[in-house]
């Protein structure tokens, strides 16, 4: 059985079925780097939980990124056999940019300071300069960054051709 591609390429491949394995791929490794990340992931929520739950009050990532990073399990899990994947893209896209932009406001913001509750900490640096050093001196973090940019471009392209 031939295999056609609506690209109009010749080669044999299917860029739609290349471009769903990436968007799954990536869509996973950015689940996996929330829900397991060591400060604020399932075992820092699940510790805060059973010791001291208000302090999510003051610092509600570990919260954030494990309803998030699950939220993105169980939308890759649904998106394999839905009929119109596009509602998933669009959570996907919507969720990886909150992750992205999320990021920069919180180094921005020094470590959150737009909470209640929390006073803005840069370590003595400027905005950029606190966010540059967040992101140079944690290798978790920048590739979380690289892992979100591809995960927004490549779902924004399964949203365009679908």
Known sequence: ???T???GSDDGVDAGAVL???GATLTALVAVFHLFHPAHGVLKLFA???VRPTTLVF???PLAFVLSGTALIVGLSLSRNAPDRRPYYVVGVVLAATYFLGYFAWHFSGHGGFLPGRQPL???LTPIENVRRHLTSDPLAAASKVAELA???VLG???RRE
């Open 48 to 50: 805060l939980l059973a």
């Open 20 to 22: 769903r394995a990436a």
């Open 1 to 3: 059985m031939e295999t």
């Open 151 to 153: 995960m927004i471009a």
């Open 157 to 159: 392209a399964l949203l």
């Open 5 to 7: 591609d609506p690209s």
């Open 122 to 124: 840069l370590h003595g």
């Open 59 to 61: 610092d509600p990532r």
